[in-house]
């Protein structure tokens, strides 16, 4: 995952995720979910990222886990650049 | 048997601001094709269904399972009492816990909509 990668993860959630901290002040293992992000945010969080990847999560990936971190999404994303190499 | 809760407060505002947003594609990632039917693009209705959801995945003790949403639609019967039909991996999970019964209570009003989910739990794994 590039640090271009990883800008615009944190421009999604900054548009989106209508958290009440400031995400660029984020650590990239923070807890997303404990932090405010509710799951219907997470809901737009992941049109977004599909939006702006021009990706599709697949039913296998809408967990927890997957949105709840900006590690989380970026492991997501390289394992679905991954697959579509 | 253990007896299970599940409870979701969600903003009618913020199921107006996904519709405008994603539009169509927000209303088939995360409601059941009757959801749609029934709610058509009701927010408040929507939104209720959402906590439905989410009250229903807690009630169910979802640890990292991945659920799709549209896994857990609301129905409602000709007396308009509500009831949840799980299909795939909310079904899935539903076995895995033992769910003999699971019921749901909706409420909207304004900007605010809430649900609750009782499921009865035999769990086995």
């Given at each position: 995952?590039?640090?271009?990668?990883?800008?615009?993860?944190?421009?999604?959630?900054?548009?989106?995720?209508?958290l009440p901290v400031d995400v660029d002040?984020?650590?990239?293992?923070?807890?997303?979910?404990?932090?405010?992000?509710?799951?219907?945010?997470?809901?737009?969080?992941?049109?977004?990222?599909?939006?702006?990847?021009?990706?599709?999560?697949?039913?296998?990936?809408?967990?927890?886990?997957?949105?709840?971190?900006?590690?989380?999404?970026?492991?997501?994303?390289?394992?679905?650049?991954?697959?579509?190499? | 048997?253990?007896l299970s809760i599940g409870l979701d407060?969600?903003?009618?505002?913020?199921?107006?601001?996904?519709?405008?947003?994603?539009?169509?594609?927000?209303?088939?990632?995360?409601?059941?094709?009757?959801?749609?039917?029934?709610?058509?693009?009701?927010?408040?209705?929507?939104?209720?269904?959402?906590?439905?959801?989410?009250?229903?995945?807690?009630?169910?003790?979802?640890?990292?399972?991945?659920?799709?949403?549209?896994?857990?639609?609301?129905?409602?019967?000709?007396?308009?009492?509500?009831?949840?039909?799980?299909?795939?991996?909310?079904?899935?999970?539903?076995?895995?816990?033992?769910?003999?019964?699971?019921?749901?209570?909706?409420?909207?009003e304004g900007p605010f909509a809430a649900?609750?989910?009782?499921?009865?739990?035999?769990?086995?794994?």
């Amino acid at each position: 995952m590039t640090g271009a990668m990883r800008i615009e993860i944190r421009r999604v959630l900054r548009d989106h995720a209508r958290l009440p901290v400031d995400v660029d002040s984020l650590r990239d293992d923070a807890d997303l979910f404990q932090l405010g992000m509710t799951s219907h945010a997470s809901v737009n969080v992941m049109l977004a990222l599909e939006d702006a990847f021009d990706i599709e999560f697949p039913d296998q990936m809408l967990k927890r886990s997957v949105f709840e971190s900006v590690d989380g999404i970026a492991r997501a994303l390289d394992e679905l650049e991954s697959r579509a190499a | 048997m253990t007896l299970s809760i599940g409870l979701d407060l969600t903003s009618a505002d913020a199921v107006e601001e996904s519709l405008r947003i994603f539009g169509a594609r927000y209303l088939e990632r995360v409601y059941t094709e009757r959801e749609r039917r029934d709610c058509r693009s009701d927010t408040g209705r929507l939104a209720a269904r959402f906590a439905a959801k989410e009250a229903a995945m807690k009630a169910l003790r979802r640890e990292d399972e991945p659920i799709p949403w549209t896994s857990i639609g609301v129905c409602a019967d000709g007396a308009g009492r509500p009831s949840l039909e799980l299909t795939g991996p909310a079904a899935a999970l539903a076995r895995r816990r033992g769910v003999s019964e699971l019921s749901v209570s909706l409420t909207h009003e304004g900007p605010f909509a809430a649900a609750v989910v009782v499921a009865s739990l035999r769990e086995t794994t």
